[in-house]
């Protein structure tokens, strides 16, 4: 299924990415609705044209009215709305989400809904500030998109998908197995997150704004973390977390011992590495 103006967007979730996605769907021309726990989230959104329209409540009549159905909500909130609401989409509409995870939610889902087909995404953007009241579809002009297919997926779906990153203007669009986006995810996103934590914890941080320079704040930009949905990313992709943090403590404990052995060999050398890899992010 190709994406057009004739298909109705519903978002389940009016946070900062379910927000973010409804005002860019929105600025394109689709008619987004939304539900949210609050009605305030639904006023606010409706009153600066983010959406067309929302409730709180979830019934049938109301879910199916959309052909495409966007959750922005934690996973293990996403697998019980599924399973509690599974029989309200309308027959065909295609199911995607936003979720950082996948191993433990796509098969799921996909082996749950007989009559409407579920594909994964992720899209790899964010801020670290919450609600639709800082929805800002700009956060994804720069960003990267991730779609996740499973063997169960059509190519319409998967085409699908694609065609909401490029109406949101991603500016990198990538296909992975919801086993391969796991295992990166869990470096690139889940593995920063515990180092900026560990920085953030390590050392009483009191008064280290009065001297810290550019390097300590960038790489501490994302300690300012909601602990709940962290939480549960990390432990609901445990292992390729733990692989990751077992690859990074092998490094830094090579630094560690070269510097303690004054290996000026291998420190630069790792040094040079580093400056040759952080370079591919330049081009």
């Not at 299924?1 to 927000?19: A, F, Q, R, S």
């Not at 303690?260 to 952080?278: A, F, G, H, W, Y």
């Amino acid at each position: 299924m190709t994406l057009t103006k004739k298909h109705k967007i519903l978002i389940v979730g009016l946070g900062l990415i379910g927000g973010s996605y409804a005002m860019g769907l929105s600025q394109k021309g689709y008619e987004v609705g939304a539900i949210s726990l609050n009605q305030d989230d639904i006023d606010y959104a409706i009153n600066n044209n983010i959406i067309k329209h929302g409730q709180v409540e979830v019934n049938k009549e109301y879910v199916s009215l959309f052909d495409v159905v966007v959750f922005a909500l934690y996973p293990k909130i996403l697998l019980d709305w599924i399973n509690k609401y599974k029989t309200y989409f309308k027959k065909g509409a295609i199911i995607t989400d936003v979720t950082g995870i996948k191993k433990d939610i796509v098969y799921k889902i996909q082996e749950t809904l007989s009559e409407n087909e579920y594909i994964g995404a992720h899209p790899m953007a964010g801020k670290e500030v919450y609600g639709v009241i800082n929805a800002d579809n700009n956060i994804f002009k720069k960003a990267n998109y991730i779609v996740t297919p499973t063997n169960s997926n059509s190519k319409e779906a998967i085409e699908l998908a694609k065609d909401i990153g490029k109406e949101l203007e991603f500016a990198n669009i990538s296909i992975l197995s919801p086993e391969k986006h796991d295992e990166m995810i869990a470096f690139l996103s889940q593995l920063t997150h515990c180092i900026a934590v560990t920085l953030m914890t390590c050392k009483d941080s009191e008064n280290l704004k009065e001297y810290t320079g550019d390097s300590f704040r960038d790489l501490t930009r994302i300690a300012a973390i909601n602990e709940d949905m962290w939480t549960e990313l990390f432990l609901m992709n445990k292992q390729d977390l733990l692989n990751e943090m077992e690859q990074f403590e092998i490094e830094f404990d090579k630094l560690k011992n070269a510097i303690k052995d004054e290996n000026v060999d291998t420190i630069k050398e790792m040094m040079r590495l580093s400056t040759k890899r952080r370079q591919y992010f330049n081009k």
